[in-house]
């Protein structure tokens, strides 16, 4: 029977084939964005999700600058971390490494010709952790060594010549930073597919403090001691720096942040991002639904008479009712699954137009069955939704009436 | 004989604005199973008022109607619908096919409301054109059909669920003479066949071949 109403729903769509398009096409868009966009950010999530699980839940991580803006006044104009800061955290009971990081975006040059990287220094003693979080494995020479002075691991695009001219080999050497400092290339890393990992340029700390003029931190990475309380940890070495600091309590000049609360910190603003975009191809669903509901008024009115016909032959209002709930309904499933299709190709377009030009492969679609199955659940309802008032119309008909029209 | 349509002093008033419209006033009808009953009548004397009165497709101002043993008045709309699918077949002048589907498709329409499943549907569909005559014309849609064939199938839509009155308004108003005679021997023919019939006609050569005659002037029967 309601297989019956569907063949009939279609058939009417079919019939008027360029309106039922054209009342589709709203709907499709809307599908199409909301498939696309949670698809990316699905993909987005889960990758960001994997490599915080890489990093643990034991790590802590302290860098300069305040949480939020302080009132004007307040602040304390430079902040700084420095190796006084790693000694302060070394003391503290519960740590089981320290090691201060540098990240600057610094020149490198290869025989003459200049190019900017992605310069790492790390101390020794934490270096392990930021290969495991960043996944970096060496497929050439060997990784650096403790007491390494001006050696360097380079990332896959500096040593396979996408950036420089020409490739640059293990026992290479180059200038790093302003004062073209020399360091002996021992290591290449494998393709990781985003540019800063493949343009990184990564050396031993001390070298990197005076390759590039500086004693000051980046950030500074702790790894908390198994069976302890990573938070209590992460409080213990706020107060501490604070005290030393003769900061206040909310006033800090540096952010302490466990991995947990950077993954949940990411979560949220990405939750937000996301709520934005969907909202935004919701407005859209809105105007499809809009689009359908006039498209039904007219079709009431178009088929006042048929309707008659149809009630003379034994048709209930219910079944008035049905027939053109699902009419509305079809076409927005049928709209549905065009936006389906849509969202599917754009989102899958969206992870290799990532990959190629932005050289991420964070951005890669991902296609849930709720999402397919909800999206064509969804799109169904918008369709019924919208052909309510216009199929409650076209049922509240009298027969003569009807029949009468024209 | 067994009454199966009994008209108790029904009358039909349309309101427009001021204006009092008496379409139908009085009518005492008493119809038996097997009747063959023309209406004649000049324009606008109620005839169609009166029909779509008997086929519950309206509901009278004042007045009872019987069908069988209820009172419509007591009835549901839906209860009306099932009454109008399952005991009435309609028959109009303007044929009133559905353009989008095809003769066997119209066909099938009725006995879709009554949820008979669909090989059972198609099979009677088809028996019934068959014995009007247009098989061969089964998946041609009403605009490919002359007039006197869109009839036929609206004849055979009628009968899709075997019901036991027919009512026609001018079945053959919009058919040539020739044609309309066809159409009258097929009614004849179902009469014979125990079906009830009325049927509208301003055609007096038309109403002779009914059983009986009722004339209509100015809402009221003569
Ligand atoms: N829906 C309506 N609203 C107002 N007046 C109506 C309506 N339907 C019919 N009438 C009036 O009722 C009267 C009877 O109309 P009806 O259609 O029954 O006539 P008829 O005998 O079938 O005429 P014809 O032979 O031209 O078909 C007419 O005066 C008509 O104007
Ligand atoms: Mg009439």
Redesign the interface.
């Known amino acids: 029977m309601i297989l019956d109403y569907f063949k009939l729903g279609f058939k009417n769509i079919r019939t008027r084939r360029l309106r039922s398009w054209l009342t589709m096409l709203g709907i499709f868009i809307g599908i199409a964005a909301v498939v696309a966009l949670i698809s990316l950010g699905q993909g987005l999530q889960m990758a960001v999700t994997q490599q915080f699980q890489q990093l643990g839940k034991d790590k802590i991580f302290i860098q300069p600058g305040a949480v939020t803006m302080g009132a004007p006044g307040t602040s304390s104009g430079v902040s700084t971390l420095t190796d006084h800061d790693v000694k302060i955290i070394e003391g503290i009971r519960g740590v089981e490494r320290v090691g201060g990081a540098i990240f600057k975006i610094g020149q490198v040059e290869y025989r003459g010709e200049i190019k900017y990287g992605y310069i790492t220094g790390f101390s020794f003693e934490t270096q392990d952790l930021i290969d495991e979080a960043q996944s970096y494995k060496i497929v050439s020479g060997r990784n650096l060594k403790k007491d390494d002075k001006y050696k360097v691991v380079i990332g896959y695009g500096l040593a396979s010549g996408d950036i420089f001219q020409k490739s640059i080999k293990i026992g290479d050497k180059i200038q790093i930073g302003k004062n073209g400092q020399e360091f002996v290339v021992v290591g290449t890393l494998d393709k990781i597919g985003n540019p800063y990992d493949d343009g990184a340029v990564i050396i031993p700390l001390e070298s990197a403090q005076e390759a590039l003029n500086t004693t000051d931190y980046d950030m500074i990475t702790i790894q908390v001691k198994e069976g302890e309380d990573v938070n209590k940890v992460a409080e213990e070495i706020k107060t501490r720096l604070r005290k030393d600091r003769g900061e206040k309590e909310g006033e800090e000049d540096f952010r302490v942040q466990t991995s947990e609360q950077l993954a949940e910190t990411f979560n949220s603003i990405f939750a937000i991002v996301q709520a934005v975009f969907i909202g935004i191809a919701a407005i859209s669903l809105v105007v499809g639904g809009v689009g359908i509901m006039n498209t039904m008024y007219t079709a009431v009115l178009e088929r006042t008479r048929e309707i008659g016909i149809m009630k003379a032959v034994g048709a209930r209002n219910s079944d008035i009712l049905t027939l053109f709930l699902i009419e509305s309904g079809t076409l927005g499933l049928i709209g549905g699954v065009i936006g389906i299709i849509l969202g599917v190709l754009l989102g899958m377009g969206a992870s290799f137009f990532a990959g190629q030009a932005l050289g991420t492969n964070l951005l890669k679609a991902y296609f849930p069955a709720y999402l397919i199955v909800g999206a064509l659940l969804f799109s169904f309802a918008v369709g019924c939704a919208s052909g309510v008032l216009p199929a409650i119309q076209a049922s509240k008909l009298k027969p003569v009436d009807a029949l009468r029209y024209e | 004989m067994t009454q199966i349509l009994h008209l108790n002093n029904v009358c039909k008033t349309y309101f427009l604005g001021e204006e009092k419209v008496s379409a139908v006033r009085n009518a005492n009808i008493r119809i038996n199973k097997g009747d063959f009953i023309a209406i004649m009548g000049p324009s606008g004397s109620g005839k169609s008022t009166l029909m779509?009165l008997v086929?519950v497709?309206?509901i009278p101002t004042e007045g009872e109607i019987f069908l069988e043993q209820h009172n419509i008045a007591k009835l549901s709309?839906?209860d009306l619908?099932?009454i109008?699918?399952?005991k009435i077949g309609?028959i109009?002048q303007q044929f009133?096919?559905?353009?989008?589907?095809t003769a066997k498709e119209n066909v099938m329409?009725?006995m879709?409301?009554?949820?008979i499943p669909?090989e059972e549907r198609e099979k009677r569909a088809l028996m019934l054109l068959e014995q009007i005559g247009l098989k061969d014309r089964s998946n041609h849609r009403p605009g490919e059909l002359s007039g006197g064939q869109q009839q036929r199938v609206a004849i055979a839509?009628a009968l899709?669920?075997n019901p036991d009155m027919i009512l026609a308004d001018e079945p053959t108003g919009n058919l040539d003479s020739k044609t309309g005679h066809e159409i009258i021997l097929l009614l004849k023919n179902l009469n014979k066949k125990g079906k009830t019939i009325i049927m509208v006609t301003h055609d007096i050569n038309v109403a002779k071949e009914a059983k009986k005659i009722i004339h209509i002037v100015d809402g009221e029967i003569k």
């Open positions: 779509n086929g497709l309206d709309e839906s619908a099932q109008r699918g399952r309609f109009f009133n096919l559905i353009r989008t589907l329409l009725p879709m409301f009554q949820n669909s839509r899709a669920n």
